[in-house]
């Protein structure tokens, strides 16, 4: 099997629903209620063996937390993110290139496991669930993820949940970090912010 051949059958898949083909066909884009989903091809080392790696982030969350903060050095990754087969066999599936059952194979994964997994975030109470898990703990992991969490719960109406997120940061935040944390605050703590997203 070609490699266009396995870019072509994900292509098939992915266009049709909104994704959008960018490096070469390689990865596919699509904005949709308000998040950034991702579906790409990934090669192995010694380029015999592909696999399908999927990320979604709330993107508007992720802007609005730049329009106020700047672009953090945290967190410009994908929230949500995995390669097809985990969902079912806990651990990504490969490929060999010579496969030629490889590219049926591998829509079938992402339109049984990673499709469900987008439309279910995309209702934004999982997503958030998701985000907590990780970012909502008391140790900070990465500021981004941790500002577009309290920005979407604050959108959300749980104003208080979000301003516990943003108290007692570290002290030793990387350069910028707690400016762009103390801005995020500012922005929660006005009466009349009004965050709809």
């Known amino acids: 099997m070609k490699h266009r051949s396995f870019n ?17 066909r390689r990865q596919w884009l699509r904005e949709q209620d ?12 010694g380029l015999d063996e592909v696999t399908v790696n999927y990320g979604m982030r709330h993107q508007v969350a992720r802007l609005a937390v730049e329009a106020v903060a700047g672009r953090g050095r945290s967190g410009g990754g994908w929230v949500v993110e995995g390669r097809v087969g985990e969902a079912t066999a806990g651990k990504g599936r490969w490929w060999r290139r010579s496969d030629p059952q490889a590219g049926p194979e591998a829509a079938e994964l992402v339109e ?8 279910r975030m995309h209702t934004v109470e999982p997503y958030i669930e998701v985000l907590a898990a990780v970012h909502g703990r ?4 990465l500021v981004s993820p941790r500002l577009e969490l309290a ?5 959300r109406g749980e ?3 979000a301003w516990d997120l943003l108290t007692s940061p570290p ?8 400016e762009r944390v103390i801005a995020v605050r500012d922005l929660l703590a006005r009466r009349d912010a009004q965050l709809t997203l």
């Open 138 to 141: 008391e140790r900070w992991v």
């Open 159 to 161: 104003r208080e949940r």
């Open 151 to 155: 920005v979407l719960l604050h959108s």
């Open 34 to 45: 308000g998040f950034l989903d991702e579906i790409d091809i990934q090669l192995s080392r």
């Open 8 to 24: 072509r059958t994900l292509a098939a898949l992915l266009e049709p629903l909104g994704f959008v083909p960018t490096k070469g």
């Open 112 to 119: 049984r496991e990673v499709l469900p997994l987008f439309a």
């Open 171 to 178: 002290s030793k935040l990387r350069d910028g970090e707690l």
